[in-house]
């Protein structure tokens, strides 16, 4: 069985630019306008960070998009579209520890887990699911996604019975 979607922010890209527009001329507008003569390059570098966090804020959120693959036993999420796209993670059907709603409290794998954020949205931690992994190498992962339906359905056929449901972990 071969499957492939892609999650995109639900943030247009049109709005992330009126957004990003809106909030870099507050910001220039009241730096220009506090009466701090003396600290005026202090705070044109606070400025610039601050453009530049939205920028990246905007750029991770809202106008890169997720490609979730399972094809052959494999589960692969990249990120970016055409030339840009990397590989974030490429799972095996045997390296599924458990798939879960991201607000999952119940029995979880033990282990040092390291959390990437697959999720187009930035709220999709809170909303979204969990796909924790074990590696051959020793390395454990925990992957935050944000499928359709669909794709849950076929992560829970993925996960071979490893889901939140099940009590054999």
Known sequence: MSYTETARSRLKPVWAFLIALGVF???F???RLL???NYRVVAEIVMLLLIVGVVYFLYRY???PFTYSVSDGVFTVSKGEKLHKSVVAVIRKKDVRLFAPSSYTG???KGEFRDLNCCPGWNGKAR???LWCRFEDGTCARLYLDPSDELVAVLTEFSGGKTAESEAL
Request: aromatic share 6%; net charge neutral.
């Open 25 to 27: 001329t507050a910001i």
């Open 29 to 31: 507008v009241t730096v």
């Open 35 to 37: 009466p701090i003569e």
């Open 62 to 64: 809202a106008l890169t």
């Open 107 to 109: 029995k979880t794998p």
């Open 128 to 130: 979204g699911w969990s």
